[in-house]
């Protein structure tokens, strides 16, 4: 919960908050870097102008859109950004925060930009100010709210209403999208039970089926694409792997270079709201995230996919959550059910929208956690299914596809699997699902 401002922040806490930040601004630098190892300069500048004024809807994969320097400067812009939106909201770096952080560096890779994200963060904190909370109990509705950022792009440049009329119309879709985030996610996390850990891509889905179907009503159609790049297994295995291996080492020499901790993060069903850095703190955490890594990129080659933007989203945003929920022993039952329903619907498995339908759907990772293996699979089956049929709805303006239908499927499977007690002994008492917002806290070193 929000703890109350305290006049200080002892030593430790300050140096612990500065390596997040520290780790955070890193890791936004270092894919900056790597862009020019693809492009020129000129080519990534070039780029990412057709990045900001390009349609965004699913899927639009800015390294095919652009080129791979483009897209890779584009996720170390957006991180950047993401982490100046905790600075400017006075937050400390905690689970919550990391997730939405490495959600937003994943989603930089396909649909989301400086231009239609800034909108939407604008009218997250613009709520907070006009109805007098705290700021920072918006920062959640900012960073994850930004799922929305193609239906700015949209309306801006594929409408065919012509400028400056088309971002007019753009920017203020994404405000009142913005200010009507925050208080829905928060009367949604009750329907999901927190057992949906993308409630803020939920809550997106409600509101981008009602733009969408508004816009149908006056004779517009938004369909979605499938933009995608291929050929880049190669250097992005082994830029991942680096990754992921020094994010595990950095992990064991923060944690004295022992797994302390990482058994409770494993045994915790990782249901809404969960933090890892509280529960086992940010050594621990650090190698959960690195052994998610380790599995999302190891199952795409296994499956024989391709590593692309989108791709590449759904591999940060399952080690992003890394620190807020998920953890190999409960991603790992979805990633099955996924796998074996498109098995016996005749899906694609190497196709990349099963396989973000897999690496998103990790959503629903604690149904596994407390309802077990079985329930795991099912969760994920079921999910592969909705999640297949359920894009029209919002016409692929909600980037978190994956949320919208993982909180069908765990309000539809929650109370029947509560109904018959099939929890784990070890988990009888339901919590009451808590609001991450609510779990964001003020940095006291400012």
Same mark, same amino acid.
């Given at each position: 919960m929000i703890q109350k401002r305290q006049p200080t922040m002892s030593g430790a806490e300050e140096l612990s908050e500065r390596l997040k930040y520290g780790l955070l601004a890193g890791f936004a630098l270092l894919m900056g870097g790597v862009a020019f190892l693809f492009n020129s300069p000129r080519e990534i500048y070039e780029g990412n102008l057709t990045i900001l004024a390009s349609p965004a809807n699913l899927l639009t994969d800015y390294m095919a859109?652009?080129?791979?320097?483009?897209?890779?400067?584009?996720?170390?812009?957006?991180?950047?950004?993401?982490?100046?939106?905790?600075?400017? *909201?006075?937050?400390?770096?905690?689970?919550?925060?990391?997730?939405?952080?490495?959600?937003?560096?994943?989603?930089?890779?396909?649909?989301?930009?400086?231009?239609?994200s800034m909108p939407i963060s604008i009218g997250a904190f613009t709520y907070a100010r006009v109805t007098k909370v705290p700021i920072h109990k918006s920062l959640l509705a900012a960073l994850f709210g930004t799922a929305l950022a193609p239906l700015v792009s949209e309306l801006s440049f594929n409408l065919g209403i012509g400028q400056p009329y088309g971002v007019f119309l753009g920017l203020g879709a994404g405000f009142v999208s913005g200010f009507l985030i925050p208080p829905l996610a928060h009367h949604f996390v009750t329907f999901t039970r927190g057992f949906s850990l993308y409630n803020v891509g939920f809550t997106c889905g409600i509101i981008g089926t009602v733009f969408i179907s508004l816009m149908r009503n006056f004779g517009f159609e938004i369909e979605t694409v499938n933009i995608l790049a291929s050929g880049y297994n190669g250097p992005f295995s082994v830029l991942l792997y680096s990754?992921?291996?020094?994010?595990?080492?950095?992990?064991?020499?923060?944690?004295?270079? !022992?797994?302390? /901790?990482?058994?409770?993060?494993?045994?915790?069903?990782?249901?809404?709201?969960?933090?890892?850095?509280?529960?086992?703190?940010?050594?621990?955490?650090?190698?959960?995230?690195?052994?998610?890594?380790?599995?999302?990129?190891?199952?795409?080659?296994?499956?024989? /996919?391709?590593?692309?933007?989108?791709?590449?989203?759904?591999?940060?945003?399952?080690?992003?959550?890394?620190?807020?929920?998920?953890?190999?022993?409960?991603?790992?039952?979805?990633?099955?059910?996924?796998?074996?329903?498109?098995?016996?619907?005749?899906?694609?498995?190497? !196709?990349?929208?099963?396989?973000?339908? *897999?690496?998103? /759907?990790?959503?629903?990772?604690?149904?596994?956690?407390?309802?077990?293996?079985? *329930?795991?699979?099912? *969760?994920?089956?079921?999910?592969?299914?909705?999640?297949?049929?359920?894009?029209?709805?919002?016409?692929?303006?909600?980037?978190?596809?994956?949320?919208f239908s993982g909180g069908l499927v765990a309000s539809i499977l929650v109370p029947i699997l509560e109904a018959f007690h099939l929890h784990r002994t070890n988990q009888r008492a339901l919590r009451r699902p808590v609001d991450p917002a609510d779990e964001v806290e003020v940095d006291r070193t400012n």
């Open positions: 859109l652009t080129n791979v320097g483009s897209a890779l400067f584009n996720v170390s812009l957006m991180t950047l950004q993401a982490i100046w939106i905790v600075r400017m *909201a006075d937050a400390k770096i905690n689970g919550p925060v990391i997730a939405g952080i490495l959600t937003i560096a994943g989603f930089a890779f396909f649909g989301k930009n400086l231009f239609n990754l992921f291996s020094c994010m595990f080492l950095i992990g064991l020499q923060i944690n004295g270079w !022992s797994f302390h /901790g990482l058994k409770r993060i494993m045994r915790h069903s990782g249901q809404l709201s969960t933090d890892y850095l509280e529960l086992g703190g940010l050594g621990a955490t650090l190698i959960n995230m690195a052994l998610l890594g380790f599995l999302a990129t190891t199952y795409i080659l296994l499956m024989g /996919g391709e590593i692309n933007g989108p791709v590449l989203g759904g591999i940060f945003t399952v080690i992003g959550f890394g620190a807020f929920g998920k953890n190999v022993k409960n991603v790992l039952p979805i990633l099955i059910g996924v796998t074996l329903m498109g098995r016996l619907n005749y899906q694609d498995n190497q !196709s990349t929208i099963v396989l973000i339908s *897999a690496l998103f /759907g990790t959503t629903l990772a604690p149904l596994a956690g407390r309802y077990g293996n079985i *329930a795991g699979i099912i *969760a994920g089956a079921m999910h592969l299914t909705l999640v297949m049929n359920i894009g029209y709805l919002h016409g692929g303006v909600n980037l978190y596809n994956n949320g």
